[in-house]
């Protein structure tokens, strides 16, 4: 069992940064090829980014790349997701995951509970 705890989310102006974190505890972290994913009001759940076990592969959807950056710390076993130039379409509620798999695209095993990502046009 792995246990997820976000953190980072909040009201942050069109054009401006956040920097979310996920907290693991439980089984050892680097096992784990962790992701993030979002999902907004009446929308389905989607990927936003992911990271291998030693951090040095990163993937992220069209819709962020060149915006959002994903990040890790096995040390602190502590993965974070830095958003910049947010937009109101980046809006939602954002959830860290963990696979013990190899499709960074496909199916976690674990979830966090979500973080809320709110911005102001």
């Known amino acids: 069992q792995v246990q997820l705890v976000e953190s980072g989310g909040g009201l942050v102006q069109a054009g401006g940064s956040l920097r979310l974190s996920c907290a693991a505890s439980?089984?050892?972290?680097?096992?784990?090829?962790m992701g993030w994913f979002r999902q907004a009001p009446g929308k389905e759940r989607e990927f936003v980014a992911a990271?291998?076990?030693?951090?040095?592969?990163?993937y992220y959807a069209d819709s962020v790349k060149g915006r959002f950056t994903i990040s890790k710390d096995n040390a602190k076993n502590t993965v974070y997701l830095q958003m910049d130039s947010l937009n109101p379409e980046d809006q939602a509620v954002y959830y860290c995951?963990?696979?013990?798999?190899?499709?960074?695209?496909?199916?976690?095993?674990?979830w966090g509970q979500g973080t809320q990502v709110t911005v102001s046009s």
């Open positions: 995951a963990a696979q013990i798999g190899s499709a960074v695209r496909g199916k976690y095993d674990y």
């Open positions: 990271i291998s076990r030693s951090g040095g592969n990163t």
């Open positions: 439980g089984r050892t972290f680097s096992n784990y090829i």
